[in-house]
């Protein structure tokens, strides 16, 4: 059973840091595709950012580009978010994602953690 375990949430001020992680587990995920939402109060999720099996190739919301860097350890079965530069409109449930590269529907997700972005 594939489980997808988030944590790093928290509160921080505008302006700081937060690094996300996401532990993996239930079967190898180096075929897979990796990814992070987010949920804010009253808003749809929207996608973050997402990082294929091999790493090489990376793509990001139009919100988050030169802020927030995905990156994984396909040894360690993980994959992380570090945020910079956080604005109060960061705030969210973050989630973790992940599909296999032929898919296009993400089909395990995570439980979620908080940010929470203080002005």
């Known amino acids: 059973q594939v489980q997808l375990v988030e944590s790093g949430g928290g509160l921080v001020q505008a302006g700081g840091s937060l690094r996300l992680s996401c532990a993996a587990s239930?079967?190898?995920?180096?075929?897979?595709?990796m990814a992070w939402f987010r949920q804010a109060p009253g808003k749809e999720r929207e996608f973050v950012a997402r990082?294929?099996?091999?790493?090489?190739?990376?793509r990001y919301a139009d919100s988050v580009k030169g802020r927030f860097t995905i990156s994984r350890d396909n040894g360690k079965n993980t994959v992380s978010l570090q945020m910079v530069r956080l604005k109060p409109e960061d705030t969210a449930v973050y989630y973790c994602?992940?599909?296999?590269?032929?898919?296009?529907?993400?089909?395990?997700w995570g439980q979620g953690t908080q940010v929470t972005v203080s002005s």
């Open positions: 994602a992940s599909r296999e590269a032929h898919n296009a529907q993400y089909e395990h």
């Open positions: 239930g079967r190898s995920f180096s075929n897979y595709v």
């Open positions: 990082i294929t099996w091999s790493g090489d190739s990376t």
